[in-house]
């Protein structure tokens, strides 16, 4: 079983800071998604990333895919109230297939006014 | 556009009954699957559909059956509950089949919240 290891598990900032979260493994992905989710609802698709090295941003947020293909990384910058929410990573190719994603357990965000 | 739709979005169970969820898609797309999320576990993947008559078997289908008889529609059954299965349930599809490919996107019904006592 592949395994995807996020950390931190839990993240309390103030309004204008900066943070990274991370999703490692020890096993390659074809791609790697980031999801956020919040209360009483289905995780939303925030990026897919699929070359090693590759960076995509997205307003104040910046995803990183690992050389390897093996990590990736979220950063946000100047983080507002709105970004609170639970963010999950996935990785696609899970035994071979990618029609089975892996997710990550996730890291709770919240972001104090 | 509806999206995805989870029905009932709430339901108690008692030990050894059966419930089948319900899950419907209105965006023509060949990929659904089932997931459950259960607190300090994240998502994991139960069963998956590329297409009508087509399933197969994900992380943890062990408890649950699946059918595929129309594109739309992707029903989760529990033929006996347990209380190990008391959880949340996702239902989700994606167009063009793989969701781990990019530009597929894959979305996410709300959730269906089940607790077996």
């Known amino acids: 079983t592949q395994l995807l290891e996020q950390s931190p598990q839990f993240l309390s900032i103030q309004e204008g800071e900066n943070l990274t979260v991370y999703c490692n493994s020890s096993?390659?992905?074809?791609?790697l998604q980031w999801y956020r989710q919040e209360p009483g609802e289905g995780p939303v698709l925030l990026v897919t990333?699929?070359?090693?090295?590759e960076v995509k941003k997205l307003k104040r947020l910046t995803f990183q895919f690992g050389d390897a293909r093996k990590d990736s990384s979220l950063h946000i910058t100047a983080a507002q109230p709105g970004d609170t929410g639970l963010y999950l990573c996935?990785?696609?190719?899970?035994?071979?297939?990618?029609?089975?994603?892996?997710f990550g357990k996730g890291t709770l965000l919240t972001v104090n006014p | 556009n509806a999206g995805v739709t989870q029905t009932p979005k709430f339901q108690v169970l008692k030990t050894g009954q059966s419930m089948t969820l319900q899950c419907a898609q209105d965006?023509?797309?060949?990929?659904m699957s089932w997931y459950r999320q259960d607190p300090g576990m994240g998502l994991r993947l139960i069963h998956y559909?590329?297409?009508?008559?087509?399933?197969d078997q994900g992380e943890v289908p062990n408890g649950y059956n699946v059918s595929r008889s129309t594109t739309e529609d992707f029903p989760l059954r529990l033929l006996s509950a347990a209380p190990s299965q008391t959880s949340v349930y996702f239902c989700?599809?994606?167009?063009?089949?793989?969701?781990?490919?990019?530009?597929?996107?894959?979305?996410f019904g709300e959730g269906s919240w089940l607790t077996v006592v």
């Open positions: 559909s590329v297409g009508a008559g087509i399933t």
């Open positions: 996935a990785g696609g190719g899970s035994g071979g297939s990618n029609y089975k994603l892996t």
């Open positions: 990333v699929v070359t090693g090295g």
């Open positions: 096993s390659v992905f074809s791609s």
């Open positions: 965006m023509n797309h060949e990929y």
């Open positions: 989700a599809s994606s167009y063009g089949g793989a969701p781990g490919v990019a530009g597929n996107t894959i979305y």
